[in-house]
């Protein structure tokens, strides 16, 4: 019973193990992640309540593009 049990561990964990190293590899998911973070980091630079307006409001139509860029290329919203 508990050898089973072992066994059923380790095959759901070689498994988990496999997803997350092919999803690690494949170079589609590392350029939407590098875009997530572009976005993130447009996002958080707007909302500098030091910068001026016109700044920020040009900051924020930047971010807006780069979502919509990011939606048009991969089918959803980052």
């Given at each position: 019973?508990?050898?089973t049990f072992l066994v059923i561990v380790g095959i759901f964990?070689?498994?988990i193990l496999f997803g997350l190293a092919s999803r690690a590899s494949d170079p589609l998911t590392a350029e939407k992640d590098s875009a997530r973070r572009a976005i993130d980091s447009c996002d958080k630079g707007w909302k500098d309540d030091l910068l001026p307006a016109n700044a920020r409001l040009?900051?924020?139509n930047t971010c807006d593009q780069m979502r919509n860029e990011y939606t048009t290329k991969y089918g959803r919203a980052p």
């Open positions: 019973m508990k050898t964990a070689a498994v040009m900051m924020r």
